[in-house]
């Protein structure tokens, strides 16, 4: 039997909306938001940190690997679709759903090409010059307060990379070479900044590369230390808020499989392995739906573009953010991935997300 698919709300508890009520940008109350306001009530100033890849379930099943975070959770914050970190992290920074940011995917169509938006490239080479980051993300991120930009501590080898200048235009990068200078920039931004963010990437790094076993759990203790040395330095009244972009799936290698017939329908590949899009050649958009559904009905969600659009994956979708979805979404709601010839690395990873089940699209919320 297929599962219900998660649908985002853009409008309700969703990553969209916890900017504006972390960084108080807004005196107005949000009702989907009112334990979060409630918490952060009389704090002086607020720290934002994202776990990169930390899904609500995955927390809920550690609390004894992550005792702090396990006691500081409210209820849980819905992702986007695709539940991926490019699109996920932009519609936190601009406030804007996925159709109307621009950043649909971790590889989306771009004109004639397929940009790779994590890195910012297209067939391997940077592509900053031709897809200008601040072009293509087409919502203005929400990163400066009082005609100054957030301060937004990552490491060092993200500062100039296209991703970082589509969604966080305006803010003002800090950078780390080490976790354990970490306590230390933030003490130092918050002399004059009353919002600070702060995003590391090593659970979903981990993830990626060991599954949800061990390692996991390695790397969620010890990012839960760093949080602990930053409740530990900064003074009682300084509320510091934890969120993710997206959960997890452990996958391994276990693919979902076409015919090579229909795949002879298939002109190229964009999106990943658990929202991936197909291209079909001229004329045969509807051929490759039908035997995608018909073949995929017992793994997959599959949508034509316009039911995506429809169902309101993607929010509002601009015009000009149409073109970059492909034909065909195949979106499995069981533990496997849809390759894509031309990634060639692509099968060593072991988790993955992107999908619309549960465990890749609520992400945890907590306050210390």
């Known amino acids: 039997m297929e599962p219900t698919p998660i649908i985002p709300d853009y409008h309700g508890r969703c990553l969209t909306r916890l900017l504006g009520v972390v960084g108080r940008q807004s005196g107005a109350i949000d009702d989907h938001f009112s334990d979060l306001g409630e918490a952060l009530q009389g704090s002086s100033a607020t720290v934002l940190v994202i776990l ?56 989306f169509a771009m004109d004639n090409a397929i940009l790779q938006a994590l890195q910012w490239k297209v067939d391997g080479r940077d592509a900053q010059q031709r897809f200008v980051p601040e072009v293509v993300c087409r919502a203005t991120p929400l990163m400066r307060r009082g005609g100054t930009g957030v301060p937004y501590v990552a490491e060092k080898r993200f500062e100039t990379s296209g991703f970082t200048k589509a969604h966080l235009t305006g803010s003002t990068f800090v950078p780390f070479g080490d976790p354990e200078e970490i306590g230390t920039l933030v003490e130092r931004a918050l002399v004059d900044h009353a919002f600070v963010v702060v995003y590391l990437d090593a659970i979903d790094k981990t993830a990626h590369q060991y599954g949800l076993e061990l ?46 017939a229909t795949l002879s329908l298939v ?102």
């Open 52 to 107: 990169d890849g930390l899904g609500a379930g995955q927390l809920d099943d550690r609390t004894e690997v992550a005792p702090l975070l396990a006691a500081g959770r409210l209820a849980p914050v819905m992702s986007v679709a695709p539940s991926t970190t490019v699109t996920a992290l932009t519609s936190l920074s601009t406030g804007a759903a996925p159709g109307s940011h621009g950043l649909v995917g971790y590889r």
């Open 215 to 260: 390692q996991f759990d390695q790397a969620l203790s010890s990012c839960e230390a760093t949080i602990n040395d930053l409740r530990r330095r900064l003074h009682a009244d300084v509320a510091i808020v934890v969120t993710a972009d997206h959960g997890q799936v452990d996958v391994g290698p276990t693919t979902v499989t076409m015919t090579p």
């Open 267 to 368: 002109n190229f590949m964009s999106g990943e392995g658990r929202f991936r899009w197909l291209h079909a050649h001229p004329e045969q958009r509807t051929t490759l739906l039908e035997r995608v559904s018909n073949e995929l009905q017992d793994s997959c969600w599959v949508y034509s573009r316009r039911q995506a659009i429809s169902l309101g994956l993607f929010g509002e979708v601009d015009d000009d953010v149409n073109d970059r979805f492909g034909d065909v979404a195949v979106i499995p709601f069981l533990d496997q991935f849809v390759p894509d010839p031309t990634e060639k690395k692509e099968h060593r990873m072991r988790s993955r997300h992107g999908s619309l089940t549960e465990a890749e699209m609520w992400v945890p919320l907590v306050v210390l």
